[in-house]
């Protein structure tokens, strides 16, 4: 079975300093991972996505993410952080045989300090 | 890519009434999922959404609290019957096109009083 753990339920940085968020998974085979993020009272938008080929990952607004086979990681990263990146950020993982179903993580609320 | 939307997009209900959660999607889809976010929680998928068939429903949820209908390629519904204050959550319906990313929809929020 798959599953997804993110390491920290909240994260609080400061504005234009790096953004961390952690992410490990289990599969017992090479799986599609994903970072969303959900702003307060919206709905989720793919930040990036690793199916195959590069190991990092570009996603939108400034994020990018590194598929590390050996660690089983997928850690989502930004080198400044901006007030507006402040929201939930959930990584997760879909069967590669399959890929008919999405297992989200528990979630990372990001905070941004002025 | 996929736009979603849901109706409505927010309801108060009474405990032991039911609600019925539209999605339509704005071009046809393979699969379309529905999820459950609890309050401060992560997302749970409550079950697949089949077009012609019975919705695949993952453990812990059942067909008679949680009816789905996909009766095309554009639109589902979900049913929370007999709810409860333990139902209060936000519902995400959720569609995939075919290759490896799924589209979600804005949520409904439920709260049951």
């Known amino acids: 079975a798959q599953s997804v753990t993110q390491l920290g339920s909240h994260v609080s940085v400061s504005e234009g300093a790096l953004v961390l968020l952690r992410c490990n998974y289990s599969?017992?085979?090479?799986?599609?991972l994903f970072w969303y993020v959900q702003y307060p009272n919206q709905g989720l938008q793919l930040l990036l996505k690793?199916?195959?080929?590069?190991?990092l990952v570009k996603g939108i607004n400034g994020f990018e993410a590194e598929f590390k086979k050996s660690e089983t990681s997928f850690h989502l990263t930004k080198p400044s952080a901006h007030m507006s990146d402040a929201a939930e950020y959930f990584c997760?993982?879909?069967?590669?045989?399959?890929?008919?179903?999405?297992?989200f993580g528990s979630g990372t609320r990001l905070s941004i300090r002025p | 890519s996929a736009v979603i939307s849901q109706k409505p997009s927010r309801d108060i209900c009474q405990r032991g009434t039911s609600l019925t959660i539209q999605c339509q999607v704005d071009?046809?889809?393979?699969?379309m999922f529905w999820y459950r976010q609890q309050p401060g929680q992560s997302l749970t998928l409550i079950a697949t959404?089949?077009?012609?068939?019975?919705?695949?429903?993952e453990s812990g949820f059942v067909i008679d609290k949680f009816p789905i209908s996909r009766p095309n390629l554009t639109f589902s519904t979900l049913t929370v019957s007999n709810m409860s204050p333990e139902d209060s959550s936000i519902y995400l319906c959720?569609?995939?096109?075919?290759?490896?990313?799924?589209?979600f929809g804005p949520g409904t929020r439920l709260t049951v009083t």
């Open positions: 997760a993982v879909s069967d590669r045989r399959s890929a008919s179903k999405i297992i």
């Open positions: 959720s569609a995939r096109q075919g290759g490896d990313e799924q589209y």
């Open positions: 071009s046809q889809v393979t699969m």
């Open positions: 690793y199916t195959t080929g590069a190991t």
């Open positions: 959404a089949n077009q012609g068939s019975e919705a695949t429903y």
């Open positions: 599969s017992s085979v090479p799986p599609y």
